[in-house]
């Protein structure tokens, strides 16, 4: 273990080695190189092969459709290299539904993580029971979304909706939400919420549980109030889970399409369709395969694109907060 | 002056925790009450925001339990379960192994696979059914297949829901990664100086300090498990190898059929018991949840 | 060396899971291939070679059907399910009036429990396929949406049932040729012995693709309490636009808001072109041209938008052009709309409902001429890709048969569509409602036209621009105008 002259090198030409292993010779050294990736190869490999089986392959070829035209059943696919691209951001039902999902997803996320971190904040406080609560601000994300959905159109009937019931008891006009682009979005977004709200609080919980306590210790010892703890304390400490929920709740709220498929089915006159709604009705309603593969790579590159910003900001910050507590537990 | 403000703010806290919540569960609470409703009644009268039948029936419960009279309730509930906990176990070692190579171990292009895999599972999939549907028919030596043609595949049968589970899990790979590495590595090199293999040292040290975390994996793949009806309801057409949602899917679609009553009450009933079992899930795990999640520590 | 080993231990599960994947692949086969063909042999290697290949019968067939909701009893081998679906049907509290072990002895030409009509209808093709050594298996794809979508898969994997059932997506099968045409001799049996409603709409180039065994027309139907109440004859059926309307004007205002005149229902969506379908045909419009092509914007269908424009004023607000057609039909059952145009089965659900109704065919506008859209038909249809094609035909023979026409006669729900039983004597005295409905089964009667290129999207234009042209106060010309431009730039 006093070979220091070749464990300097290492540690010059690898700094990411792992310094405290202190390999003795060359050959042990790269043997034990290799013996990290074996390993990786003998767990990751049999995981990776299933999951292409899964969805890797059929994911990636129903991508590659999107080269190809092929509408109808009867059809074969003929390769037409761009053209559905250049169609897809030529014809405004698609670069509309693309656009919707965007701030309709905005809006979805926006709503669910203000209002679940409102719920968390109230969750974090020694309250009696508040397992409970957790518990029932979570029930509706266990729910599935076909049942739920149907039941939020019991709710929303023109004729005998218990909203309009409702509306026509205390006398006033009932209100045709089916036919008001505004009235759809908002049902959606309100659905969306009510299954999302307690996901997100949860999430936002243990954010808050994770913030040190001896912050908000020092705090009080400088005087400060409930309000100047959650600005100067809370919020600057779950800064990076934010981020995390922020960008994985977006992602999946770009995605949303059963309840625009169950609730408003796009309508009225296509004003509340979103891209993966579009892709849905491309492939199993017009079998319109290359315009659904073409669409989805689409969606899938801007969805890459939101993850990789996302993760080199991460590990940016990563490097930043957690590589000194990682050299003084070695150094220790 | 502190002390003076904690009450009220406390008993606003429960006022809005409650109130919320409640208005939350609210169309659980509709669900539960048309369930006592006959299909008569709830077809041919209005209904309220708390519909009261005026004659309350239990049959669209015993239909439940005791299994209605077209559908093999037993069946279809034996199936759920065991698929859920076949994904769930798979979904726990995956996650765990994978998050302990991408945490622990160094090999070249770590990073950069890591994160081809987080992307991948950020993408759409609707359009990966028709795709999947033709692979599964076309599964060589399966089902009467030659090499890629022939006969149906998979299709129909266990393989179904065997050949998912053991696939990477890469949202549960990413939270064990990032609660792994919190944990020392003195911990893993004292464990090895103590003589433990690789084994020992992931499944006696390892595994356990990552109990809180496993939870919240196994509880969103079992909840995504049991409430998925679309694996059941494309891929297999035979009714022993139905589950709960796929039964309900069609049930409610061959009710939609043309001068068909639509029994409303039976489909919520049976949409409640598909909800129920996941609900007792969510209660047996939730109080790990927090606390795996603050574990990780998602750095950010 | 040590660690090696130990994570390969972590895998034997995925391992065996690999390993018996290669080797029980005959297994795989003698299960799933058994549903098609139960003669073929389980071992693996015979399995794998003779899998693809049509099976041989020595001790018969057995075909693969699709379930439909209005004559399924379960899924499975027809001779399992039925003990099974008798046992249950006298167990159901749900069947009012409840089913007795006498409702299971027939005589044709008594009348049959409705709850036991499937039952009835199931074993009558039961034995007459097994005289042919015939047996059947049922599989259930849903209805609607999901079926849709599985069939379109199966086709794409040339892994369909011998026989699929489906209603408006059936006809599109037919035209890109994914189904196969019925022999003549049966083609011809069919156009002789049959109402059109039963083929018609599958009939492409002249060669027959699918049949119904009891599909309906549309009838006008109205709540005679209701109509009473508005000083309206409640026996005396509105035979002209202009008598309609006046009468659904008056039954609007004597309801005050509690009640409406109704009329028919206008969603975008297969429900609202297959009921406010007719009202086009009888105008002489309609939705294509004589070529198949969108012909969306004739004077005539802006004549008959206007006239259902002023339906809605009857509705409450909403109502007419909801997207789902649910809520529609509920209005009528709540006793909150008088008048509705619907298929044959609205009358007995009506009777179990309490409602007293009347019901009368489609009333004209001036100068128009009778003609009806195929509504509720459940259309059966062998595909090319079925492995047992003439056995899948000996059970559409057995459809129209003579038994099960008089079982469906018997019952009174729908009416038969073979010609020599409808049109009896017998039948007509002992169900003049539903032969009232048989008759109009008989006229100019179509199916909804699928369109050549992105059929859904089409049909989606034009269900768009009728909703807004009657929620809103736009121009129907220019509407209509509209929809069809955008129609002909898809269909090209």
Same mark, same amino acid.
């Given at each position: 273990?006093?070979?220091?002259?070749? *464990?300097?090198?290492?540690?010059?030409?690898?700094?990411?080695?792992?310094?405290?292993?202190?390999?003795?010779?060359?050959?042990?050294?790269?043997?034990?190189?290799?013996?990290?990736?074996?390993?990786?190869?003998?767990?990751?490999?049999?995981?990776?092969?299933?999951?292409?089986?899964?969805?890797?392959?059929?994911?990636?070829?129903?991508?590659?459709?999107?080269?190809?035209?092929?509408?109808?059943?009867?059809?074969?696919?003929?390769?037409?290299?761009?053209?559905?691209?250049?169609?897809?951001?030529?014809?405004?039902?698609?670069?509309?539904?693309?656009?919707?999902?965007?701030?309709?997803?905005?809006?979805?996320?926006?709503?669910?993580?203000?209002?679940?971190?409102?719920?968390?904040?109230?969750?974090?406080?020694?309250?009696?029971?508040?397992?409970?609560?957790?518990?029932?601000?979570?029930?509706?994300?266990?729910?599935?979304?076909?049942?739920?959905?149907?039941?939020?159109?019991?709710?929303?009937?023109?004729?005998?909706?218990?909203?309009?019931?409702?509306?026509?008891?205390?006398?006033?006009?009932?209100?045709?939400?089916?036919?008001?682009?505004?009235?759809?979005?908002?049902?959606?977004?309100?659905?969306?919420?009510?299954?999302?709200?307690?996901?997100?609080?949860?999430?936002?919980?243990?954010?808050?549980?994770?913030?040190?306590?001896?912050?908000?210790?020092?705090?009080?010892?400088?005087?400060?109030?409930?309000?100047?703890?959650?600005?100067?304390?809370?919020?600057?400490?779950?800064?990076?889970?934010?981020?995390?929920?922020?960008?994985?709740?977006?992602?999946?709220?770009?995605?949303?399409?059963?309840?625009?498929?169950?609730?408003?089915?796009?309508?009225?006159?296509?004003?509340?369709?979103?891209?993966?709604?579009?892709?849905?009705?491309?492939?199993?309603?017009?079998?319109?395969?290359?315009?659904?593969?073409?669409?989805?790579?689409?969606?899938?590159?801007?969805?890459?694109?939101?993850?990789?910003?996302?993760?080199?900001?991460?590990?940016?910050?990563?490097?930043?907060? *957690?590589?000194?507590?990682?050299?003084?537990?070695?150094?220790? | 002056?502190?002390?003076?403000?904690?009450?009220?703010?406390?008993?606003?806290?429960?006022?809005?925790?409650?109130?919320?919540?409640?208005?939350?569960?609210?169309?659980?609470?509709?669900?539960?009450?048309?369930?006592?409703?006959?299909?008569?009644?709830?077809?041919?009268?209005?209904?309220?925001?708390?519909?009261?039948?005026?004659?309350?029936?239990?049959?669209?419960?015993? !239909?439940?339990?005791?299994?209605?009279?077209?559908?093999?309730?037993?069946?279809?509930?034996?199936?759920?379960?065991?698929?859920?906990?076949?994904?769930?176990?798979?979904?726990?070692?995956?996650?765990?192994?994978?998050?302990?190579?991408?945490?622990?171990?160094?090999?070249?292009?770590?990073?950069?696979?890591?994160?081809?895999?987080?992307?991948?599972?950020?993408?759409?999939?609707?359009?990966?059914?028709?795709?999947?549907?033709?692979?599964?028919?076309?599964?060589?030596?399966?089902?009467?297949?030659?090499?890629?043609?022939?006969?149906?595949?998979?299709?129909?049968?266990?393989?179904?829901?065997?050949?998912?589970?053991?696939?990477?899990?890469?949202?549960?790979?990413?939270?064990?990664?990032?609660?792994?590495?919190?944990?020392?590595?003195?911990?893993?090199?004292?464990?090895?100086?103590?003589?433990?293999?690789?084994?020992?040292?992931?499944?006696?040290?390892?595994?356990?300090?990552?109990?809180?975390?496993?939870?919240?994996?196994?509880?969103?793949? !079992?909840?995504?498990?049991?409430?998925?009806?679309?694996?059941?309801?494309?891929?297999?057409?035979?009714?022993?190898?139905?589950?709960?949602?796929?039964?309900?899917?069609?049930?409610?679609?061959?009710?939609?059929?043309?001068?068909?009553?639509?029994?409303?009450?039976?489909?919520?009933?049976?949409?409640?018991?598909?909800?129920?079992?996941?609900?007792?899930?969510?209660?047996?795990?939730?109080?790990?949840?927090?606390?795996?999640?603050?574990?990780?520590?998602?750095?950010? | 060396?040590?660690?090696?080993?130990?994570?390969?231990?972590?895998?034997?599960?995925?391992?065996?899971?690999?390993?018996?994947?290669?080797?029980?692949?005959?297994?795989?086969?003698?299960?799933?291939?058994?549903?098609?063909?139960?003669?073929?042999?389980?071992?693996?290697?015979?399995?794998?070679?003779?899998?693809?290949?049509?099976?041989?019968?020595?001790?018969?067939?057995?075909?693969?059907?699709?379930?439909?909701?209005?004559?399924?009893?379960?899924?499975?081998?027809?001779?399992?399910?039925?003990?099974?679906?008798?046992?249950?049907?006298?167990?159901?509290?749900?069947?009012?009036?409840?089913?007795?072990?006498?409702?299971?002895?027939?005589?044709?030409?008594?009348?049959?429990?409705?709850?036991?009509?499937?039952?009835?209808?199931?074993?009558?093709?039961?034995?007459?396929?097994?005289?042919?050594?015939?047996?059947?298996?049922?599989?259930?794809?849903?209805?609607?949406?999901?079926?849709?979508?599985?069939?379109?898969?199966?086709?794409?994997?040339?892994?369909?049932?011998?026989?699929?059932?489906?209603?408006?997506?059936?006809?599109?099968?037919?035209?890109?040729?994914?189904?196969?045409?019925?022999?003549?001799?049966?083609?011809?049996?069919?156009?002789?012995?049959?109402?059109?409603?039963?083929?018609?709409? $599958?009939?492409?180039?002249?060669?027959?693709?699918?049949?119904?065994?009891?599909?309906?027309?549309?009838?006008?139907?109205?709540?005679?309490?209701?109509?009473?109440?508005?000083?309206?004859?409640?026996?005396?059926?509105?035979?002209?636009?202009?008598?309609?309307?006046?009468?659904?004007?008056?039954?609007?205002?004597?309801?005050?808001?509690?009640?409406?005149?109704?009329?028919?229902?206008?969603?975008?969506?297969?429900?609202? =072109?297959?009921?406010?379908?007719?009202?086009?045909?009888?105008?002489?419009?309609?939705?294509?041209?004589?070529?198949?092509?969108?012909?969306?914007?004739?004077?005539?269908?802006?004549?008959?938008?206007?006239?259902?424009?002023?339906?809605?004023?009857?509705?409450?607000?909403?109502?007419?052009?909801?997207?789902?057609?649910?809520?529609?039909?509920?209005?009528?059952?709540?006793?909150?709309?008088?008048?509705?145009?619907?298929?044959?089965?609205?009358?007995?659900?009506?009777?179990?409902?309490?409602?007293?109704?009347?019901?009368?065919?489609?009333?004209?506008?001036?100068?128009?001429?009778?003609?009806?859209?195929?509504?509720?038909?459940?259309?059966?249809?062998?595909?090319?890709?079925?492995?047992?094609?003439?056995?899948?035909?000996?059970?559409?023979?057995?459809?129209?048969?003579?038994?099960?026409?008089?079982?469906?006669?018997?019952?009174?729900?729908?009416?038969?569509?073979?010609?020599?039983?409808?049109?009896?004597?017998?039948?007509?005295?002992?169900?003049?409602? $539903? =032969?009232?409905?048989?008759?109009?089964?008989?006229?100019?009667?179509?199916?909804?036209?699928?369109?050549?290129?992105?059929?859904?999207?089409?049909?989606?234009?034009?269900?768009?621009?009728?909703?807004?042209?009657?929620?809103?106060?736009?121009?129907?010309?220019?509407?209509?105008?509209?929809?069809?431009?955008?129609?002909?730039?898809?269909?090209?």
């Amino acid at each position: 273990m006093n070979r220091d002259g070749k *464990t300097m090198t290492t540690a010059a030409a690898m700094p990411n080695a792992p310094v405290g292993r202190q390999p003795q010779h060359l050959w042990k050294r790269f043997r034990t190189r290799h013996r990290d990736a074996m390993l990786a190869a003998v767990i990751l490999i049999p995981m990776i092969v299933f999951w292409l089986l899964l969805s890797g392959f059929p994911t990636l070829f129903g991508f590659l459709l999107g080269f190809f035209r092929w509408v109808g059943l009867a059809d074969s696919p003929a390769f037409i290299g761009f053209d559905n691209f250049v169609h897809f951001f030529k014809d405004p039902v698609y670069t509309g539904a693309l656009w919707r999902s965007i701030w309709l997803g905005g809006l979805v996320t926006g709503v669910t993580l203000l209002s679940g971190f409102g719920a968390a904040l109230l969750m974090n406080m020694p309250l009696k029971g508040k397992g409970v609560y957790r518990s029932i601000w979570y029930i509706p994300a266990v729910t599935s979304t076909v049942a739920t959905t149907q039941i939020f159109n019991l709710f929303l009937d023109t004729n005998n909706g218990v909203i309009n019931n409702f509306l026509k008891s205390i006398g006033k006009e009932p209100i045709v939400w089916q036919y008001s682009v505004g009235w759809g979005i908002f049902w959606i977004v309100v659905y969306s919420v009510w299954k999302g709200v307690g996901g997100a609080a949860l999430l936002w919980l243990a954010g808050l549980q994770s913030v040190d306590h001896n912050l908000y210790e020092a705090a009080e010892v400088d005087g400060a109030g409930t309000w100047a703890k959650l600005r100067n304390v809370t919020i600057p400490g779950l800064k990076p889970i934010a981020t995390y929920i922020f960008i994985t709740s977006l992602i999946s709220a770009i995605q949303i399409y059963e309840q625009v498929l169950f609730i408003t089915n796009g309508g009225p006159y296509g004003k509340t369709e979103v891209l993966v709604f579009r892709i849905y009705r491309d492939g199993f309603w017009d079998f319109n395969l290359g315009m659904a593969g073409a669409s989805s790579l689409v969606m899938a590159a801007i969805v890459i694109v939101i993850t990789v910003f996302y993760y080199g900001w991460a590990t940016r910050s990563d490097r930043r907060t *957690t590589i000194p507590v990682k050299t003084l537990g070695r150094g220790g | 002056m502190f002390a003076k403000r904690f009450k009220p703010s406390r008993a606003l806290g429960h006022l809005v925790l409650l109130g919320v919540g409640l208005v939350l569960l609210y169309p659980l609470i509709f669900m539960i009450m048309a369930g006592f409703f006959t299909k008569q009644e709830f077809t041919s009268s209005v209904i309220h925001a708390f519909p009261v039948p005026k004659e309350p029936t239990l049959d669209n419960f015993k !239909a439940l339990l005791a299994g209605s009279t077209d559908a093999a309730v037993t069946v279809y509930f034996r199936n759920s379960v065991l698929r859920t906990a076949y994904n769930t176990f798979w979904a726990i070692l995956t996650s765990f192994l994978g998050g302990y190579v991408f945490a622990r171990l160094r090999f070249k292009g770590r990073d950069q696979l890591f994160l081809l895999l987080l992307a991948t599972q950020m993408i759409p999939t609707t359009i990966a059914i028709i795709p999947t549907y033709l692979e599964f028919a076309r599964f060589p030596f399966f089902g009467g297949n030659h090499v890629f043609t022939g006969g149906k595949g998979i299709l129909d049968t266990w393989w179904v829901y065997l050949i998912g589970g053991p696939g990477i899990n890469i949202m549960g790979t990413f939270l064990v990664k990032q609660s792994l590495e919190k944990v020392p590595i003195e911990l893993d090199e004292a464990a090895k100086s103590d003589g433990a293999g690789t084994f020992r040292l992931l499944f006696q040290i390892l595994f356990p300090l990552q109990l809180p975390i496993m939870a919240f994996i196994a509880i969103t793949t !079992a909840l995504g498990t049991w409430n998925d009806f679309i694996t059941p309801f494309f891929y297999t057409n035979s009714d022993s190898l139905q589950t709960l949602p796929s039964a309900i899917t069609r049930l409610s679609s061959v009710m939609a059929s043309p001068g068909a009553v639509i029994n409303y009450p039976m489909i919520i009933t049976l949409s409640l018991g598909v909800t129920i079992p996941a609900l007792l899930i969510f209660f047996f795990f939730q109080k790990y949840i927090v606390q795996g999640l603050a574990n990780t520590g998602i750095k950010g | 060396m040590f660690n090696k080993k130990a994570a390969w231990a972590v895998w034997p599960l995925a391992a065996a899971l690999g390993l018996s994947a290669c080797s029980s692949g005959g297994g795989g086969a003698s299960t799933s291939g058994s549903s098609a063909s139960p003669e073929s042999s389980p071992s693996a290697s015979e399995s794998a070679s003779t899998g693809g290949a049509s099976a041989k019968p020595e001790g018969g067939v057995t075909i693969t059907v699709l379930n439909e909701g209005a004559v399924g009893i379960g899924v499975g081998k027809l001779d399992d399910l039925l003990p099974e679906k008798k046992k249950s049907l006298l167990k159901d509290e749900a069947q009012t009036p409840r089913v007795q072990e006498s409702d299971f002895a027939r005589t044709p030409g008594q009348k049959v429990h409705p709850g036991v009509f499937p039952y009835f209808y199931q074993q009558i093709i039961n034995d007459k396929l097994k005289s042919k050594n015939i047996t059947v298996k049922t599989e259930d794809w849903g209805w609607g949406e999901p079926l849709i979508q599985k069939e379109t898969a199966g086709f794409l994997a040339k892994n369909v049932p011998d026989i699929i059932v489906g209603e408006t997506q059936m006809p599109g099968f037919a035209l890109q040729g994914l189904l196969e045409p019925f022999p003549d001799d049966m083609a011809a049996e069919i156009r002789e012995t049959i109402a059109p409603a039963a083929w018609k709409p $599958m009939e492409v180039d002249g060669k027959i693709y699918g049949f119904a065994s009891q599909p309906g027309v549309n009838s006008l139907f109205w709540n005679k309490k209701l109509v009473k109440e508005a000083g309206i004859d409640p026996d005396q059926a509105p035979k002209t636009w202009e008598e309609l309307l006046a009468d659904i004007e008056k039954v609007t205002e004597a309801g005050k808001g509690k009640f409406y005149g109704g009329g028919v229902y206008a969603g975008p969506n297969a429900g609202g =072109y297959l009921r406010f379908g007719p009202l086009l045909i009888v105008n002489h419009g309609g939705f294509t041209d004589a070529s198949g092509n969108p012909a969306f914007n004739s004077d005539a269908n802006v004549k008959t938008v206007e006239f259902l424009r002023k339906l809605n004023k009857n509705h409450p607000a909403g109502l007419m052009v909801n997207p789902t057609e649910g809520p529609y039909f509920d209005a009528f059952k709540k006793q909150q709309t008088a008048y509705i145009i619907d298929g044959p089965w609205r009358a007995s659900e009506s009777a179990s409902l309490g409602i007293d109704y009347g019901m009368s065919p489609i009333p004209l506008p001036e100068g128009g001429e009778a003609g009806n859209i195929t509504i509720g038909a459940a259309f059966h249809a062998v595909p090319k890709d079925a492995k047992n094609k003439e056995a899948a035909f000996e059970y559409i023979r057995a459809m129209y048969s003579d038994e099960i026409q008089t079982l469906i006669a018997d019952t009174g729900v729908r009416s038969p569509v073979k010609k020599a039983i409808a049109e009896s004597q017998d039948y007509q005295s002992k169900h003049p409602e $539903m =032969y009232l409905h048989y008759q109009a089964m008989n006229g100019n009667v179509q199916g909804l036209p699928t369109f050549k290129k992105e059929d859904s999207k089409v049909w989606q234009i034009f269900g768009d621009a009728v909703a807004k042209a009657i929620m809103t106060n736009g121009d129907i010309k220019s509407i209509l105008d509209d929809a069809q431009a955008k129609a002909q730039a898809i269909v090209g």
